[in-house]
């Protein structure tokens, strides 16, 4: 097609909730697909059929979709709402209850409206009026969509990204890579490849999200780029694929998340135990003698008292000389791999292990994959080799069905069968840059660039898989370091390798909430840095107080000095570090249920300020705090040799409570709270109820659970509630056994009444419940309408005492 002046659309077709347009002189179409009230999907496609026939990232409210993926053109999960249209001038127009679109027929340029809360239509986006799409070429190879800017809007996600949490006015490169000892600040890309966004305006307060169901490499540029031909705009650029997106209208954030997160599926309810201390350093399993390394952990944690629920294996365990094998143990520093599972369960220590997607060619099994295809291609069906940590190796194809069954094979024979629990699927961000290299495709041969990032997805998913598959009647717990939309069907991830700096904590945690407002939530980051220097003893306190708020609580390390990260590292503090670790295992049940929160609800488990109070324009300010669940805000120090923090309390007319001081605070305010080098300075909102576990737990005792609740009430006359998640932490029949203990909490200026109840099936393992409020409260207490007396420094009851 040469370049035109004119780019007629005309109508083609309109059934089943999809109107389909196609190019004047052209087998270029175009498609609409009112999806939902508030969600409607664009597909532009060279010819009739998509270049990428499947959708792995689109899973409506799903658990998970088959590997092969879904038909991309199939939208019956979706409601498919009622919906007009009509031809106006050359302008085609689609209304729903919540949007419409206007698209200008010549160049198929859509603006985009959504009715605010009064019932009028505010434009909340515009195609650039110049070049909006890329229909001949002319803006050069690959896929564009341009849409215009405008200087009061706010942007948000793209995932794990670097620098501030407003994407506004940065360009960023969307493609894997193994950026080990990053700068958290600046350095781009990394290891995640999470192609949505949220647009706020100021002004209208009306938040939308897009989403590029496109999974090559990419780049949004937010406003960094600027044309004098075009004005102000924004855009995104594909290598390969189609131009695939869905507009969600929220119209908050916090609803453009949730549906966002329902777009792309269930996050993954894990065992209760992988949100408990893992420990992890590359050290021990490269050491010759791992095995007596890692046993000498054990005896450290049992000496310090430090309660851990897992260790996380580096690769050093599948060594040949100083290289990596995968599915290899080295016999040499493993002699016994399963008395080695063995003792680190009998302390009710787990077992991750670190596995990776490609085979160095002098891999005892490279040759034997090799013939039966199971690699990477290119398009004279040789193997494509690529550089893979020490030397050169080959990636597996898990779009070729022989390769998932070997990989679910050896998950099972090299590791479950040993007596590990958990895959860690790492160094997957599958580095090859060959133009012509090719992938099975399930059969039907694909080029790799357009499945770059799926791939590993489905490694993941085969792990999951395996895992399901050997132990059917427990939940899979698996890690990993690259992935797409959908991930969190399968895996809890972290931050990947970053450098032990001040600088890492603070954008650290801006890179969480960047995954959090994107749909990926049991995030954490590796406490203490990865690469570089030890961290100092300051320096690894206050990560610690920040680590162990976050879903994944991991201190993990490959140090440059060959020092280790561990607990007990410096001894001046390790005191503080092992009671910091026993506050994390405290609150584990307010954890839990948030993890519970996220799967069933899709709920962030932490959040932005700005999640929950979006009427308080302070709160889109950039900070350093964020919430974790629906009450606590974590105000962490980022700053050598402060022993104070500022925070910003946002509008909450209940008002906060500091919750180690106990001192009240009106919302809407700077303070500025103690900070100590003992603990972390929190907030907690007035009227919450936060579940704890209330067992004085050790290193030998971590599996006793005890039931107390934290009370934070609001002053005068208040309502509020909690529902606590209760079951085994580990059956994969959590839907049928389970228990929700619901505390309601009326308070006055007299009184405290507390109503529980208990709905479910699953056992207690406590038969009585304790309930501590801050030190200065003097009022009264009843629970389920019987007086309580306090005892010590807390109100305990017998559950069998008040009708429970």
Known sequence: MSIMDSYQFNLLTEENNVISFQLEDSSFMARIFILEEDIIRVLLTPSSEPEVKQTWAVAPGMDDVPMEGRNRLDISPFTLPAYSSKIENNYFIVETSRLKLAVNLDGFKITWYAKDESGKYQQIASDRKTQAYNFDGALGEGVFHYLERNLDEQYFGLGEKSGEVDRHGERYRMVSVDPMGYDAQSTDPLYKHIPFYITRNRNSGISFGIFYDNMAQSIFDMGKELDNYHGFYRYFQSESGDLD????????????????????????????????????TMTYTDAPDAQNQLQ?????????????????????????????????????????????????????????????????????????????????????????????????GAYLDFTNEETVQWWKDKVKEQLLEFGIDSTWNDNNEFEIWTKNAYCN???????????????????MKASYEAQKEYNPDIRPYLISRSGMPGMQRYVQTWSGDNYTSWKTIKYNIKMGIGLSLSGIYNIGHDVG???????????????????????????????????????????????????????????????????????????????????????????????????????????????????????????????WFDFHTGQWYEGGQTVTIPAPLNYNPLLVKAGSIIPINDYEATFETKEKDERGFLLFPAKGKEQSAYQL????????????????????????????????????????PYTTVRFYLPESEQRTVTVNGKAVEKKNDYYEVALSDIGV
């Open 296 to 392: 000498n952990f054990l005896k450290k944690c049992q000496e310090y008292d430090i309660i851990c629920d897992s260790f996380q294996l580096s690769s050093g365990y599948t060594s040949i000389n100083d290289k990596r094998y995968v599915f290899n143990w080295n016999r040499d520093k493993f002699p016994n791999p399963k008395q080695f599972t063995d003792d680190f369960h009998e302390k009710g220590v787990k077992l991750c292990a670190n596995i990776k997607p490609a085979l160095l060619k002098d891999h005892p099994m490279f040759d034997e994959l090799k013939d039966a295809g199971m690699f990477i291609k290119n398009d004279k069906d040789e193997t494509v080799m690529a550089q893979f940590w020490d030397g050169t």
């Open 441 to 459: 495709g399930f059969g039907e041969k694909i080029n790799f660039e357009e499945l770059r990032a799926v791939q590993p997805l489905l490694m």
């Open 529 to 655: 840095g990865f690469a570089g220097p030890a961290p100092e003893p300051e320096l690894f306190v206050r990560w610690v107080q920040n680590g162990i708020f976050y879903p994944r609580f991991t201190i993990h390390s490959w140090n440059t000095d060959k020092t280790v990260n561990v607990p007990w590292m410096y001894e001046e503090t390790a005191d503080i570090v092992r009671d910091l670790i026993k506050f994390r295992h405290r609150i584990l049940p307010y954890i839990y249920t948030a993890l519970y929160q996220a799967h069933k609800h899709y709920e962030p488990i932490i959040r932005p300020t700005f999640y929950d109070f979006e009427n308080d324009e302070n709160t889109f300010k950039e900070n350093d705090d964020f919430i974790l669940g629906d009450s606590m805000l974590v105000a962490s120090v980022v700053e050598k040799g402060e022993r104070e923090r500022t925070v910003y309390l946002p509008k909450f007319e209940a008002g």
């Open 245 to 280: 997106y869905y507009i969600i209208l929220g119209p908050t954030v916090k609803d453009t998340v949730e549906k966002y997160s329902w777009l792309t599926g269930k996050t993954i309810f894990q065992p209760k135990w992988s949100l408990g201390y893992s420990g992890s």
């Open 725 to 764: 998640y209760e079951d085994d932490g580990i059956s994969a029949n959590y839907e049928e056994n389970h228990s929700i203990v619901a505390v309601k909490m009326n308070s006055s200026d007299e009184q405290i009444q507390l109503n529980v109840t208990v709905d479910g099936n699953y056992e207690l």
